[in-house]
């Protein structure tokens, strides 16, 4: 089975700290995916990776950045909160030829 | 650029009654398409997907889905739900490279007893 992890379920932070969400997931897949999910608005990419230390922008990458240095695990970084950054965020990953993805629990980040 | 619209928000059930979800696309090439669910405090789950061939698919939990090229459409169907089917479904399509997905709004189900 394959399996996506992350590392927090529910995360509080203050508005200015420096956020890093983790995902891991243990099928050796080669692409790995950032969204972040908001009522009414579906899933948004905000950056995707599709081998160790590359990394492309998806539709919403302003104010995150993103850290791949193993297959296995990719980094979610929020620079500097933002209340506006709230929201649901979702990892996924898939085999390069492949087209299901596979997701992570979430974890639900809430910016006071 | 590829879309995909849900364009019901909420839809309310009731128990043993039937479903349908409807998604519409807009993509130029042939589509990869896809439902997923969340139920609640959960990931997405794949319900069924359509890559070619038969256009009536089926997918876990008794779903199937139909797509119609001329309509640009991929509706989901339940002959049957149960409360358990309450959550929020999403339908996507492959779009570009790396094989992203571009997802619509999603739709929420109530399932009244």
């Known amino acids: 089975d394959v399996k996506v992890t992350q590392s927090s379920r529910y995360l509080v932070k203050r508005t200015g700290e420096k956020v890093f969400l983790e995902c891991v997931q243990d099928?050796?897949?080669?692409?790995m995916f950032w969204y972040r999910q908001d009522p009414g608005l579906g899933l948004r990419l905000i950056y995707f990776?599709?081998?160790?230390?590359?990394?492309e922008k998806g539709d919403i990458p302003e104010g995150y950045s993103v850290s791949r240095e193993k297959k296995e695990r990719f980094s979610l970084i929020l620079e500097s909160a933002s209340t506006n950054q709230t929201s649901m965020y979702l990892c996924?990953?898939?085999?390069?030829?492949?087209?299901?993805?596979?997701f992570g629990p979430g974890t639900r980040l809430t910016v006071t | 650029a590829q879309s995909v619209t849900q364009p019901d928000i909420h839809i309310t059930v009731s128990e043993g009654a039937s479903l349908e979800l409807r998604c519409n696309y807009s993509?130029?090439?042939?589509?990869?398409l896809f439902w997923y669910v969340q139920s609640p405090g959960q990931g997405l789950q794949l319900l069924l997907k359509?890559?070619?061939?038969?256009?009536l698919v089926q997918g876990i939990k008794g779903f199937e889905a139909e797509f119609k090229r001329s309509q640009s459409s991929f509706n989901l169907r339940k002959p049957s739900v149960h409360w358990s089917d309450a959550a929020e479904y999403f339908c996507?399509?492959?779009?570009?490279?790396?094989?992203?997905?571009?997802f619509g709004g999603g739709t929420r189900v109530l399932v009244k007893p």
């Open positions: 996924a990953s898939i085999k390069r030829l492949d087209y299901e993805q596979y």
């Open positions: 099928m050796d897949h080669e692409n």
């Open positions: 990776s599709y081998d160790v230390k590359m990394k």
């Open positions: 993509y130029g090439a042939t589509p990869y």
């Open positions: 359509y890559f070619s061939g038969d256009t």
């Open positions: 996507a399509v492959v779009a570009g490279a790396g094989n992203k997905l571009t």
